[in-house]
């Protein structure tokens, strides 16, 4: 059964960093492309970043570009997200989902979440 | 930049009834990469449909998807009361683009 399991979420104020991290089982994890989905409180789907099998390539979405970086270790079976320059508008549930085997664009399985509170 | 929109944006019907939900694109799409995922109340999203038409792992047959260039339709026949749910139709076609749709609400009365 896949598991993707966040954590790292939290209360930090605007300008500060936090480090998101998922935790995967389940499925071979150095074969799939990884995903972050944000989702604010009472809103639609967000895409964030994304990252190839490898680590070596990433996209991330015009709003977090410069600010957040994805990275993963295929030893830990462990994805990453480190956010900097944190804005109120940050302020979501980040979901960590896995790519399909066929396409590493469709998001195929979702993690529960973790919150993630941008506030003073 | 591809947008998507959805239509309606609440959706009230009775169990056993059917649902008709939109995705129309503002620009034409290959129906190769046109998902669809469910959001049930208080939990995390749930790939339904993928290439316009094809079941993911585990979807029952009363979910069924259709359409092609800029119209797109999820389509839940029979309704029950645990498909109450925010409906979201995502195109995947491109390394730089993973838009979403606004969504629809369905409610069961």
């Known amino acids: 059964e896949v598991q993707l399991v966040e954590s790292g979420g939290g209360l930090v104020q605007p300008g500060g960093s936090l480090r998101l991290s998922c935790s995967a089982s389940g499925f071979t994890f150095s074969s799939c492309a990884l995903h972050w989905v944000r989702q604010a409180p009472g809103k639609g789907l967000d895409y964030v970043s994304a990252?190839?099998?490898?680590?070596?390539?990433?996209y991330y979405a015009d709003s977090v570009n410069g600010r957040f970086t994805i990275s993963r270790d295929n030893s830990k079976s462990t994805l990453y997200l480190q956010m900097s320059s944190l804005r109120v508008e940050d302020t979501a549930v980040y979901y960590c989902v896995k790519a399909s085997d066929t396409s590493y664009r469709l998001l195929d399985y979702w993690g529960q979440g973790t919150l993630v509170t941008v506030s003073s | 930049e591809i947008v998507l929109t959805q239509s309606p944006g609440t959706l009230s019907l009775s169990p056993g009834e059917r649902a008709t939900l939109s995705c129309r694109a503002s620009q034409s799409i290959s129906s190769s990469y046109l998902a669809w995922y469910q959001q049930k109340p208080g939990q995390a999203p749930r790939l339904l449909i993928y290439g316009a038409s094809s079941r993911a792992t585990g979807i029952p047959d009363r979910f069924s998807g259709s359409g092609s260039g800029t119209d797109f339709t999820l389509t839940i026949s029979r309704l029950e009361p645990e498909d109450c749910a925010v409906y979201y139709c995502q195109h995947y076609g491109s390394s730089r683009m993973y838009t979403f749709g606004q969504g629809t609400k369905l409610e069961i009365k």
């Open positions: 990252i190839s099998t490898n680590g070596g390539t990433t």
